[in-house]
């Protein structure tokens, strides 16, 4: 699944040494293949809009969350980023919970 792709690189960057990390995952919610696939099924009303707003509503929350990871990383704030994967699990497992209800 390409969320998991994007999680294990988010994650590893996470983890790397800042001078290592030659870029981010896209972090704009709206930007990913995943927030691009919502907006078009949005469009198509393959599914109810219900799922597709709860779906929405956990990506965006899986992005926040990367968001504050990443900011808490370029201050500085190294250890305490190094900690939020787990969180950041967490969120993908709820998008991955709402896609298969779908």
């Known amino acids: 699944m390409i969320t998991d792709r994007w999680l294990n690189?988010?994650?590893?960057?996470?983890?790397?040494?800042p001078k290592s990390i030659t870029?981010?995952?896209t972090l704009q919610s709206q930007q990913t293949h995943t927030g691009?696939?919502?907006?078009?099924?949005?469009?198509?009303s393959l599914f109810s809009k219900e799922a597709l707003i709860?779906?929405?509503?956990?990506?965006?929350?899986?992005?926040?969350?990367?968001?504050?990871l990443l900011l808490k990383y370029q201050s500085?704030?190294?250890?305490?980023?190094r900690e939020g994967p787990r969180e950041l699990q967490s969120a993908f497992d709820k998008m991955r919970a709402v896609l298969e209800a779908m």
């Open 36 to 44: 691009q696939w919502i907006k078009r099924e949005q469009q198509h």
């Open 76 to 81: 500085g704030e190294i250890d305490t980023a």
């Open 23 to 25: 870029q981010w995952p």
């Open 54 to 68: 709860k779906l929405e509503h956990a990506h965006e929350e899986a992005h926040i969350i990367a968001q504050t």
């Open 9 to 17: 690189r988010f994650s590893a960057n996470i983890l790397a040494e």
